[in-house]
């Protein structure tokens, strides 16, 4: 027996409650928690780029001197393996430590002088200095998915404190213990780094009132978060309505499009069925970037590719999703799948016995019956994927065009196929993300380039990415100073570019001084 | 007697209705231009960098060619002198042709690459670039209180054409004939330099319903506006709530708060009097950034500046302002400030027997009762403004922490205040989007560096700004594109750099070929 106001994990490979009790936040404490990081903002801010820079880095090594327990924990709160786990770990502390290097070196806060001309007619030209400052308090929502990466730990929370906001993070209830630790190590790092003690606050809970609280609360100053449409969307609502809106950068999901043009498959049948089995089956399909759906045009490979595509994915067992509730919507997914008119079943996978376990399932229907019945358009968490045949080029333009917003689409095809579907390339442009040609949507790359987001409904956010080190622009707004002084004007606005930084000086970028 | 559907132009100096009739578009006509505008950004989104810049260009020039006509109607229809009219232009010209240049040299698309690593372990790296597209078709609505600089060819509808979007115009209905003349400039240019005929299309109206049609337009795709808080509130609601929300770039005005320290009158006491009383009723006081609340700290010089400032103000003559229902609303909000407890009457400037002129007016109040009456702060639309007697460095401080978002703050001070009110700025950071030390906040410089933005409820975008180069990015989104053959990718992102823009090769800002 609990006690009250506490709740336990659960072991989805077991459907057993696990030990450790966690508190759930009352309103109280979460008015208290961002009163706690509205205090420690204005002391956080204004630390120096190589302080906040090290902070980073040393919680990415405390998050790595916690050692196996962690993984160990999170193993049996997520029913992730322990080798994937291992693999999140190492992108999760390479993140921050990313975001260290881009704090370090300075540049990303855009400082643009205009040097005044006092002489100017009709009127004088003041000095005008602009650089992006961090936005406040910040509310960030660990993600189901990624215990680590887009967790506690991951993209939002390093990007926010790289951006020099003070963060209050909403830990998931599927991996409360996992949180807590991770959490342990930002307040061992917050106490070596000497940084205030509110700069990292991890609050719990397993009902929606507690992310409610949070983001009504009027000290909070935006809103980071990875999950589903509806938790998103309830989210950015949420936010539009207090007195002060503010933004959410909600990423939700998506059924990442994938187009398979005529000559793609000749040579390539078995590279492309493997591949794509595995995308869709990586995780136990539990991945915002998973292909959920494909257009195959039609040439004289089809048959062989659904064929190979099938054995593939019949040899792939795949273990316990992440939650009991995750599974039961996935079943019932490929339950409405089933009703619609016109779809094949194609091939189901292998799974265990344990009870949250599933089958990766894949199937099989023409444009005309996709056309015939949106929802088969409409994401399906977990290892399912629909194939939908199409016969000519305009086909495939008008599905392109029917798209909602995506995080990614994912084009396979010759040279020659590639500049015949030039008009695909315009239309996904409008529809997504980031667009892959001859690869697979999963494994996103953290790096200065990648683009992790796309239009509404996709994201809230559709002017950001919330993977990659452009992700920190979220989290800052931009200020200008008119007519300052040196002494008063901040580092990297001062004459001598004492931050050495890239600055866009009178229009032209340069590391000169003024 | 005027057409069903049609409206006039009024002239403020006269309350007569001037010639010209304007079509109030309907929903179909509103349709229609969205229609057209979605169908031009197919074509205009992909015109090169430099015929973009020679179609800004052009609309400049063609806004020249324009003659004094447009100047003369345009005062007929905002009361606003010729001079600053011709000034104005100025200003717009200035500005699209500023834009043109951003787009000519082209690195403000923030090219991204990151190369390829094949054999990285333990799964290679993909070669992924990243770069902004514009967002799609665009509605910009007009302002009043700048009939050329911020209203159809002003910096929102620059700023959406330099992006690569499309634009529809909501002209502002106090100066259609204004609007419709540089309407006819835009089509004149759109034909010379083989533009969509939807690049750029106006529809006028003079009821909500417009704009509201407009914003609700699945077309289109963001909302740059100018005005009230209540107009732009309304569209944010509007815009959020749609199917698919949609980015409300709205500057609502502001008080622009002042603080006048304890030195800073020492020896310029006519200085600053003379200099904020030009600021406070410049253009009618008609301006987004018009100086409406002054806190002033008491030193021994505070009395001899009220004396010069009322000299001043009594002297200064301000004519009609832009509309009758501005009028009215100034009119009652100085009823309403007289209402107050413990409010002065300072000094009362001069007015004209036009209908609708109206005199400067300057109030006077200590701390405790502007802190009784909160609505002392909100914005009176005018050539009115207040002064707050402070007496301690903790009232100015608190009353800056009381502040909402506004556009600008300003300083005065010696460098000795300026030092010793350092948390004065530390506040101001987060309420405003500019901060002018020892100068005035009008007249908002077009530049590089320029913030013309701020904190809700100053606008409902505090990380944009609405003048100044940045401002183009309001309208483009970020995507990045994976294992794209050289040929595939856009100019912007070839190995060989054929545009010269800087761009961040993995990592290092360089004008670099891959």
Redesign the interface.
Known sequence: MHKENYFQAINPSTNQLLGGEFKIANINEIDNAVKKATAAF?IYR?KSTHSIADFLDCVADEILSLGDALLERCHLETALPLARLQ?ERGRTINQLKLFASVVREG?WI?A???TAIPDRS??P??D???ML?P??PVAVFGASNFPLAFSVAGGDTASVLAAGCTVVVKGHPAHPGTSEMVASAFYKAIEKCDMPEGTFQLVQGNTNAVGEHLVKHSGIKAVGFTGSFGGGKAL??LA?ARP??I?VFAEMGSTNPVFILPGALEGKTEDIAAGLAGSITLGVGQFCTNPGLSFVQKSEYTNQFYETLSEKINAISTGSMLTGGIKKMYDQGIQNTLTKEGVEDLAIGKSSTEPNSVAARIFRTTIENFSKSPELAEENFGPSSIFVDTQTKGQILEAANNLE?HITATVFGT?AD??NYKGL??IL??K????????YPT?V?V?????H?G???AT?A????SVGT?AIKRF??????????D??LPAALKNDNPLSI?R?L??E?SKNKN
């Not at 790096?447 to 683009?451: N, Q, Y």
């Not at 559709?462 to 990415?465: D, Y």
Request: proline residues 9%; contains cysteine.
């Open positions: 204005d204004k693999g540049s855009d643009r002088i205009d009709p009127i030209k003041p005008i200095r602009h400052i936005l406040g950015f609502d539009n002060e809106p933004p917003g040279d590639l500049m390339f315009d442009e409008k997504v993300g980031r667009i892959v040609v001859n690869g494994g790359e790096c200065h380039s990648m683009v987001g239009p509404y409904p809230t559709s002017q950001s990415t452009n800052a707004r931009p200020i200008c100073y008119q007519n300052y002084s002494i008063l890239w866009l009178n229009g970028l």
